[in-house]
């Protein structure tokens, strides 16, 4: 099983459509597969069926942004109904602020120097209800202010940069509950990624488990492999399923492609098997 469940597309920051992102998994070998746009579910339908028809499983996905602690944390949904209505205006809610959100990082990109920056990521967005810091990266990096998109997010738009606005997205138990309403189960995406303390980390899988959280990623493409070995020790340690999942988003930028990613460590248990 090749399964890649972490996947972007044009729907939210990702560069292809949802067709052409299931060409590229399938491509690179996956046999079990989920589209995981952020905050927003409007790729499903092609996903799956563009999926079906190549001969992969598809499981419906989801990444919603959280707030916990003051940081920013990704919650994966994973084989969620996109119609359930817990789900749908959870979603809605949570992209609500973006645009407002954009036109303030467009405004203190300009106080920087930087003009232009708010219509400049426009042009990358496909999905005018989901515009994201990604966006914003590549006319950064169109625009010679960096020299690709993770050079943006370290010198404009990573958390505390100068370039970063603040937001408050979902809280965690609302993105658990919204999944489980859904029929579906959170995973906590790339743990690895968070600048929390190790006290804040045994917190926020405490509470994660207390909510109905079953799994974390420990093979991504937001991890390095170091990461890969110190998140299955944190799966065994808490009792976590473990996903894996690329994060894929465009062809060319520094994400790894669809399937290529080293499997899980044999002795974690897969979340995605109890849909099998
Ligand atoms: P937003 O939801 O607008 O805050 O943007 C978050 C998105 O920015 C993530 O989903 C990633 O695609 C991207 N991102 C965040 N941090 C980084 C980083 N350090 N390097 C590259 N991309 C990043
Ligand atoms: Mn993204
Ligand atoms: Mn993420
Ligand atoms: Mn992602």
């Given at each position: 099983m090749?399964?890649?469940?972490?996947?972007?597309?044009?729907v939210?920051?990702?560069?292809?459509?949802?067709?052409?992102?299931?060409?590229?998994?399938?491509?690179?070998?996956?046999?079990?597969?989920?589209?995981?746009?952020?905050?927003?579910?409007?790729?499903?339908?092609?996903?799956?069926?563009?999926?079906?028809?190549?001969?992969?499983?598809?499981?419906?996905?989801?990444?919603?942004?959280?707030?916990?602690?003051?940081?920013?944390?990704?919650?994966?949904?994973?084989?969620?109904?996109?119609e359930?209505?817990?789900?749908?205006?959870?979603l809605?809610?949570?992209?609500?602020?973006?645009?407002?959100?954009?036109?303030?990082?467009?405004?203190?990109?300009?106080?920087?120097?930087?003009?232009?920056?708010?219509?400049?990521?426009?042009?990358y967005?496909?999905?005018?209800?989901?515009?994201?810091?990604?966006?914003?990266?590549?006319?950064?990096?169109?625009?010679?202010?960096?020299?690709?998109?993770?050079?943006?997010?370290?010198?404009?738009?990573?958390?505390?940069?100068?370039?970063?606005?603040?937001?408050?997205?979902?809280?965690?138990?609302d993105?658990?509950?919204?999944?489980?309403?859904?029929?579906?189960?959170?995973?906590?995406?790339?743990?690895g990624?968070?600048?929390?303390?190790?006290?804040?980390?045994?917190?926020?899988?405490?509470?994660?488990?207390?909510?109905?959280?079953?799994?974390?990623?420990?093979?991504?493409?937001?991890?390095?492999?170091?990461?890969?070995?110190?998140?299955?020790?944190?799966?065994?340690?808490?009792?976590?399923?473990?996903?894996?999942?690329?994060?894929?988003?465009?062809?060319?930028?520094?994400?790894?492609?669809?399937?290529?990613?080293?499997?899980?460590?044999?002795?974690?248990?897969?979340?995605?098997?109890?849909?099998?």
């Amino acid at each position: 099983m090749n399964a890649d469940l972490h996947c972007h597309s044009t729907v939210s920051d990702g560069q292809l459509a949802p067709a052409a992102v299931a060409r590229l998994a399938k491509a690179g070998g996956v046999t079990l597969w989920a589209l995981t746009d952020h905050d927003v579910l409007g790729g499903q339908r092609e996903a799956r069926e563009t999926a079906e028809a190549l001969g992969m499983r598809y499981l419906n996905g989801v990444e919603i942004s959280v707030t916990w602690a003051s940081r920013t944390v990704h919650i994966v949904g994973l084989h969620v109904d996109p119609e359930c209505t817990a789900l749908v205006e959870g979603l809605a809610r949570t992209r609500d602020g973006r645009a407002a959100r954009a036109e303030a990082m467009g405004e203190r990109l300009a106080e920087l120097g930087i003009q232009g920056a708010y219509p400049g990521a426009l042009r990358y967005v496909s999905n005018p209800d989901l515009i994201s810091r990604t966006h914003f990266a590549r006319f950064l990096v169109e625009s010679g202010r960096a020299q690709n998109t993770q050079d943006a997010f370290s010198r404009w738009l990573g958390d505390g940069k100068p370039g970063y606005i603040a937001h408050r997205w979902a809280k965690l138990a609302d993105a658990v509950s919204w999944i489980k309403a859904a029929g579906g189960e959170a995973i906590i995406a790339h743990p690895g990624r968070y600048a929390y303390t190790q006290l804040e980390f045994d917190t926020l899988f405490g509470e994660f488990i207390d909510l109905g959280g079953k799994a974390i990623e420990v093979v991504t493409g937001s991890h390095t492999p170091d990461q890969y070995a110190e998140y299955a020790a944190v799966a065994r340690r808490f009792g976590f399923e473990a996903s894996r999942g690329s994060d894929f988003h465009a062809p060319g930028d520094d994400s790894i492609a669809p399937g290529m990613l080293p499997p899980l460590p044999s002795d974690l248990k897969p979340v995605w098997e109890r849909w099998l």
